[in-house]
């Protein structure tokens, strides 16, 4: 990947240079401090600001002349001026080769997220088909994260939707079994799968392990990509069926052929002179990047995905397809065959670290004719379109904060609003949530939950927020500055009460700067008639149809959303537990056996000792360590 320091190697004439601003020397003499230590071997380097926090981390065949090229920083443009000047210190790692330093390089960038570098945002993981070949039955499913021993797998898929109408298909033709171990283990009769022909139920011996082992091996057949000569044998097999008069065997292998054509028809691009490979094409507009991403993995579209990487607008196609690549296949395996339309800054170096993550060759190619050039065309086209879609939402996202700007007096645009709600039932389970909006929309990954630790008076909502507020701007920095995660407006669900509760607290906390909304619902709760409180305005309310109020009940709805999920899954896993986990000396056996006799742990809290006693499976020990720890008095009067 080009490295975005990268300048002239011939320094200007010093004489001729405009002066330097201050800040940005003492950038330059941190980084020459460092260059006297640093060697001329391959490896990668990190800037870190006063905070610690790593600013860039960059990769280089010769570290000492690649990191010596900021000190030159009239050559620079202004926004790495701006990183140098905030360089106060630097980390190298030295590697073996610089395609080592690249992939090193890549690591760091995805788990450190500089602000300098680009960046590929995504974190989620990748579904693939799974066929557990351990058991003697296996078992053909979908699976996320880390791989499972004793298993095959096929994939990338784009999405959930992709592996599971491939998953559907596959059962269809293969009628493989999708259940769980256990699950296979515990029937006594077919499943309603087996009654639509998706399973041959091997649970209820309904297909015997030769003819089971059979239809696992087409499948692999099928799903490596050997599909031809599978069609033309079942295909020779319902002949003969036909003429031996077997017209449900014949119709059964009929349906497994139309499978087939299922699977190879469902994808707008099937290339079939492509058997492995990813289809990746980039369109830049507006200073913004849209990556296309296809999965092609034997011959069948495995889904696609559209990724928008976050740089500079000055960055070049090439150097933001180079990076996202190496970023890309930082936690998945490469396939042999990557087609691109435009070449890759680097392109060699980028194929030798990528075959060092697949362990064998890998070509990235800009096709110029053929099959594998209208694929791409068709993946550019998509590309395109995607980033329109995205620039066009952006555009009316924009004007909506323009709009919440000029309805609340803000000083400018809001690029961060930060919507608070609590949740709870008389007390119980009570969560507080923050959900965050700025110009792409929704942040989920900067929601956070906090759990209220109380103690929380059941219906003080007032003391909730109270507390959610406490954590969220309670710590800040030794030297007072404002940190970068603070909002531009707060939104708070509630009326006046709320409003005042936040602002109290955000008074004693010294957190000034950041105004404060709160929204209430009007009479008899429509929305629609909203009414909105702030510091510097009266209650007002905003016209029905305003464009702002939509996006404001939405804010709104998406903490409610949020805070209701969240409260829902905390009081279920307070249901799951019991009074008798806390026992000493109660397991599962012994648990599942007091409830069966007393029916609830609220009766054993209140049995008597003699009742525990004769209660089955429970020792006079354990029977007098159940009671005690429900009677702690009677643990002291008792004699000993």
């Known amino acids: 990947m080009t490295d975005l320091s990268r300048s002239p190697a011939t320094p200007a004439d010093s004489a001729s240079e405009p002066l330097v601003p201050a800040d940005k020397m003492q950038g330059v003499e941190a980084i020459r401090e460092a260059l006297k230590t640093i060697p001329y071997s391959p490896g990668v380097y990190r800037m870190l600001s006063a905070k610690g926090e790593v600013l860039y981390v960059g990769k280089a065949l010769s570290l000492k002349k690649r990191v010596s090229s900021y000190t030159r920083i009239n050559q620079l443009p202004e926004r790495l001026r701006r990183m140098v000047s905030m360089t106060v210190s630097m980390e190298i790692v030295i590697t073996r080769t610089e395609a080592d330093a690249l992939l090193l390089e890549a690591n760091y960038i995805k788990r450190m997220k500089p602000r300098f570098n680009i960046l590929l945002r995504d974190d989620k993981s990748y579904p693939w088909l799974m066929l557990t070949e351990s058991h003697e039955f296996p078992q053909i499913t979908k699976q996320r994260g880390k791989p499972v021993k004793g298993a095959t797998y096929w994939g990338p898929f784009a999405n959930a939707w992709a592996v599971n109408q491939t998953l559907n298909l596959v059962q269809r033709s293969f009628l493989l079994r999708s259940c769980s171990d256990a699950v296979l283990n515990s029937r006594t009769r077919p499943c309603l799968l087996y009654q639509i022909k998706r399973c041959s139920a091997p649970c209820v011996d309904r297909i015997s392990k030769t003819d089971y082992k059979e239809l696992v091996r087409e499948a692999q057949q099928f799903l490596s990509g050997h599909s031809t000569e599978l069609q033309q044998r079942l295909a020779a097999e319902m002949e003969q069926a ?77 150097d933001v397809l180079s990076a996202f690549m190496i970023q890309f296949y930082d936690n998945k395996p490469p396939p042999p065959l990557i087609l691109v339309n435009c070449e890759p800054a680097e392109r060699s170096l980028v194929e030798e670290a990528l075959a060092i993550r697949r362990a064998q060759k890998v070509e990235i190619l800009r096709p110029q004719r053929g099959e594998k050039k209208d694929v791409v065309e068709h993946a550019t086209l998509n590309a395109r379109e995607a980033l329109e879609r995205r620039l066009a939402e952006n555009t009316g ?12 007096d803000l000083p400018e645009t809001p690029k961060r609003i930060e919507t608070y709600d609590n949740s709870h039932i008389m007390g119980q389970a009570p ?78 906390l010294g957190v000034t700067g950041i105004p404060i909304v709160a929204i209430a619902k009007g009479p008899d709760r429509d929305a629609g008639r909203e009414w909105f409180f702030t510091e510097t305005q009266a209650p007002f309310q905003l016209p029905p149809r305003d464009p702002v109020l939509y996006y404001l009940q939405r804010l709104r709805d998406e903490a409610h959303r949020f805070a209701i999920t969240t409260h829902r899954a905390g009081r279920s896993r307070g249901l799951r537990s019991s009074e008798l986990d806390n026992v000493p000396g109660i397991g599962a056996a012994r648990k599942k056996a007091l409830l069966n006799h007393f029916g609830s742990a609220r009766s054993v809290r209140q049995a008597s000792l003699e009742e525990l006693e004769n209660a089955p499976g429970i020792s006079l020990g354990t029977a007098s360590a159940i009671y005690g720890h429900f009677h702690p008095e009677w643990v002291q009067k008792k004699p000993g």
């Not at 094409?281 to 559209?306: D, H, K, L, M, P």
């Not at 996202?397 to 609340?408: D, I, N, P, S, T």
């Not at 406490?470 to 707060?490: A, H, M, S, V």
């Open 431 to 508: 969560y507080g949530v923050m959900v965050v909006g700025g110009p792409e929309g929704f942040n989920k990954r900067a929601y956070r939950k906090y759990s209220i630790r109380g103690p929380v008076t059941p219906g003080d909502d007032f003391g909730m927020m109270r507390e959610v507020m406490e954590r969220r701007f309670g710590k800040r920095p030794e030297n007072g500055e404002r940190p970068e995660d603070w909002p531009d407006l707060l939104l708070i669900d509630g009326g006046l009460g709320q409003f005042n509760a936040v602002r109290s607290v955000l008074a004693d």
């Open 397 to 408: 996202q924009r004007k909506l904060l323009e709009g919440v700007a000029e309805v609340f």
């Open 242 to 318: 036909s003429q031996d008069m077997n017209y449900e065997r014949a119709a059964a292998i009929r349906d497994r052929i139309r499978g087939f054509a299922s699977i190879q028809g469902s994808s707008t691009v099937n290339p079939s002179s492509i058997h492995d490979a990813d289809i990746m094409t980039i369109w830049q507009e507006a200073g913004q990047s849209c990556i296309q991403v296809f999965f092609i993995r034997g011959s069948r579209n495995n889904g696609n995905r559209a990724f928008y990487p976050a740089h500079a607008e000055e960055e070049t196609a090439a």
